[in-house]
């Protein structure tokens, strides 16, 4: 039986049993302006943190069970290749409020550090255009808002529930808000346990991890976070429904970057970088519509914008609005070919330096080329701590037993040195350990690839094609300070 004590989560969510929506305790956001426009759709954005695209229901995953994420998906568009901009939190989301590529962002390319007030967000965009605006739990960050000029977080102002939010929100005020989760972000502990876990020898375990009991595990305490995620996120749309907005309201579930755990999180191989989407929208978006386009998280700034912002100066972005792709009878000339991805510093992982791991890739349908600008370096960072990669059970296992001839192959993957370029035939290793950049038989492809990236990073002014990348590596890291903004 459930306990009546409101857990946390529940609490900012602000729909708990006994949790009143006229009550919530603070908000640091604005009543908004007295504004009605019944043409302007509400925004929601629920995002994850570390959830990967392949572990959900419409993924017919076994172990999980997401009702929620597959009802948006059933009743809209199911984006099956979304990548994250970076498959680290700052950066992705960052890119995420941009709309462009981590590497235009300048200190928002790394995880803590800043952004740039001169780098315009969205949300900034439709509060001047009218809407009611605001966040609960994580919106950007890790990082410093006031070392970037901004006076408040660029996902929007705070608000202790998503409740309160509405409770304060003006009559016919079109609203966007943005429920950040810590879900599925580590660590696994006693929050882990308080309810059933996804079945443990249902758990499929990728190739480039260890299939053994602690590994089974640590993935089923991650699943069962994704779980609660999908059942929070259930609790506010069906609030939107009981008042009779869910249908007006552009809901949109996705994450900032791929699962915690070695070779996922913090490298840009899909375990990393991709990530479920879902966009629910009656009646400007089909039922059953499934987008098999490469399309990145930098897509959804300028595809709101162009629905719900009509009388605003657009900023820059180098993202592409999502509405082509699932319109009714879609022209094939709306189609995507690529979606590009990378990273800068993660965490002060290589030594006793500032240094990072950059790196710089494209994913078509069929392949994912990366190009490693220091291969010199630990991709995990320096040994024995590996600090790029999380502390888990799954990594604590790996090193122990590298020198297991079982085991030694997925310590390689997760923790040793790169070659400078990588190549992966997806379709024939959706696993992607085979590296073939070296084989004849996909110079063309390689070669392709690379021309196609570098033509990206040339436009969009990358300072690593310019021969100034070490840039990032003098950026501050802002950890005086550790306060999820």
């Not at 803590?112 to 949300?123: D, I, Q, S």
């Not at 009656?282 to 914008?305: E, F, H, K, M």
């Not at 719900?308 to 319109?327: F, N």
């Not at 990378?342 to 500032?354: C, I, K, P, S, V």
Request: hydrophobic share 35%; net charge positive; glycine share 8%.
């Amino acid at each position: 039986m459930r306990s009546n004590v409101i857990t946390r989560r529940e609490a900012a969510l602000g729909i708990g049993k006994g949790v009143s929506l006229l009550a919530a305790p603070y908000s640091i956001g604005c009543a908004g302006k007295d504004y009605s426009d019944p043409e302007k759709p509400n925004v929601f954005i629920a995002i994850a943190d570390d959830w990967s695209w392949l572990h959900s229901g419409m993924e017919k995953y076994p172990a999980i069970r997401t009702p929620v994420f597959d009802r948006c998906a059933r009743e809209g568009a199911y984006f099956t290749h979304a990548f994250a901009s970076s498959p680290s939190c700052t950066p992705s989301r960052a890119a995420l409020l941009t709309g462009r590529h981590f590497w235009e962002l300048e200190q928002g390319a790394n995880l803590w550090g800043t952004l740039p007030a001169k780098f315009r967000v969205f949300p900034d965009i439709l509060e001047r255009e009218g809407y009611q605006i605001g966040f609960c739990e994580k919106g950007w960050g890790p990082g410093s808002v006031k070392a970037g000029g901004r006076k408040r977080n660029p996902a929007g102002p705070r608000y202790a529930n998503f409740g309160h939010f509405l409770s304060v929100r003006p009559a016919n005020t079109p609203f966007y808000f943005w429920f950040g989760s810590r879900d599925p972000h580590r660590y696994y502990g006693p929050r882990a346990r308080i309810s059933r876990k996804p079945d443990f020898d249902k758990v499929d375990i990728p190739p480039f991890l260890p299939d053994v009991k602690p590994v089974r595990r640590d993935m089923g305490n991650y699943l069962f976070e994704v779980q609660r995620f999908d059942r929070e996120i259930g609790q506010v749309l069906r609030l939107l429904e009981r008042r009779g907005e869910l249908d007006k309201t552009i809901v949109i579930i996705t994450s900032d970057n791929g699962m915690p755990f070695p070779r996922c999180k913090a490298n840009c191989y899909d375990w990393g970088v991709r990530v479920p989407m879902a966009v629910r929208w009656p009646g400007v978006i089909r039922a059953g519509t499934v987008v098999d386009d490469p399309v990145s998280l930098c897509d959804l700034a300028p595809s709101l914008l162009q629905k719900c912002a009509t009388r605003s100066e657009m900023p820059l972005m180098s993202g592409d609005s999502l509405w082509p792709l699932v319109v009714p009878g879609r022209s094939s000339t709306a189609g995507r070919r690529y979606a590009f991805l990378g990273r800068e510093r993660h965490t002060l992982a290589q030594g006793d330096t500032q240094e990072g791991y950059p790196v710089r890739a494209v994913r078509s349908g069929d392949y994912l080329y990366i190009r490693n600008f220091k291969p010199q370096r630990f991709p995990a960072g320096t040994p024995p701590a590996y600090l790029d990669c999380d502390s888990s059970p799954t990594k604590r296992y790996i090193i122990k037993n590298k020198d297991n001839p079982s085991v030694e192959p997925m310590f390689r993957y997760a923790f040793a040195k790169r070659a400078p370029e990588e190549l992966y035939d997806v379709k024939n290793d959706p696993g992607q350990v085979n590296n073939v950049a070296g084989d004849e038989k996909y110079a063309g492809i390689k070669n392709e690839l690379w021309t196609v990236l570098k033509d990206e990073l040339v436009r969009t002014g990358d300072p690593r094609i310019r021969g100034d990348g070490d840039v990032f590596e003098e950026y501050a890291f802002h950890t005086l300070k550790r306060i999820h903004q």
